[in-house]
Nanobody
Framework: QVQLVESGGGLVQPGGSLRLSCVAS????????MSWYRQAPGKERELVAT????????TYPDSVKGRFTISRDNAKNTLYLQMNSLKPEDAALYYC??????????????WGQGTQVTVSS
């Protein structure tokens, strides 16, 4: 089992910055591939960023590339999302996601409860 708790959301003005955190417990964090997702009202949940278990590779969609940075500190069991130059369209509920792949191919996926990001003047 893996428990994920997000924090750091809040209200920020357009062009501002925010850093989200996700603390994992109940498993070996260094064995988990991690991602951030977001969901705005009336829209499907979308992938924001991914990072490999060792932090060696990251992936972003074009919508956030160059503005968002995903990182992790395995010693602290914590995932981060640094968001800069925020736009109104970035407003959403942001979720932390963890994935574990066993040697025999079984996949387990875990979700946090989400943290709200509001971008408004």
């Amino acid at each position: 089992q893996v428990q994920l708790v997000e924090s750091g959301g809040g209200l920020v003005q357009p062009g501002g910055s925010l850093r989200l955190s996700c603390v994992a417990s109940g498993s070996t964090f260094s064995s988990l591939a991690m991602s951030w997702y977001r969901q705005a009202p009336g829209k499907e949940r979308e992938l924001v960023a991914t990072i490999t278990s060792d932090g060696g590779s990251t992936t972003y969609p074009d919508s956030v590339k160059g503005r968002f940075t995903i990182s992790r500190d395995n010693a602290k069991n914590t995932l981060y999302l640094q968001m800069n130059s925020l736009k109104p369209e970035d407003a959403a509920l942001y979720y932390c996601n963890a994935r574990r792949v066993r040697a025999w191919g079984a996949i387990s996926t875990y979700w946090g409860q989400g943290t709200q990001v509001t971008v408004s003047s």
